[in-house]
Nanobody, 120 residues
Framework: QVQLVESGGGLVQPGGSLRLSCAAS????????MYWYRQAPGKERELVAG???????NYADSVKGRFTISRDNANDTVYLQMNGLKPEDTAVYYC??????????????WGQGTQVTVSS
């Protein structure tokens, strides 16, 4: 089994910053891609950012220039630095990862989510 645990969410004022972390654990052989998604009340879950093991990155247009994704391959952890937060960034943020596991096979796992609320 592979588990993902997010942390770092909270309440912040508009223009503020938060840093989310997502640590993977379990029978991991290799993680290919790690993603951050978010889901606001009444809306579909949407991709925020993704990063491959080799460091290729993509962002949703709505967060470009404000959010930065990074990862620590040695510790199977992905981060999301969020600056210039706006009320419309309010959502539950989820981590997702896919890769290969021991003794064989692949995994595609979601974390439990962490709430981010941007409000004055």
């Amino acid at each position: 089994q592979v588990q993902l645990v997010e942390s770092g969410g909270g309440l912040v004022q508009p223009g503020g910053s938060l840093r989310l972390s997502c640590a993977a654990s379990g029978s991991i052989r290799s993680i290919n891609v790690m993603y951050w998604y978010r889901q606001a009340p009444g809306k579909e879950r949407e991709l925020v950012a993704g990063i491959t093991r080799g460091g290729y990155i993509n962002y949703a247009d709505s967060v470009k220039g404000r959010f930065t994704i990074s990862r620590d391959n040695a510790n199977d952890t992905v981060y999301l630095q969020m600056n210039g937060l706006k009320p419309e960034d309010t959502a539950v943020y989820y981590c997702n990862a896919d890769g290969s596991r021991w003794p064989g096979g692949r995994f595609d796992t979601w974390g439990q989510g962490t709430q981010v609320t941007v409000s004055s």
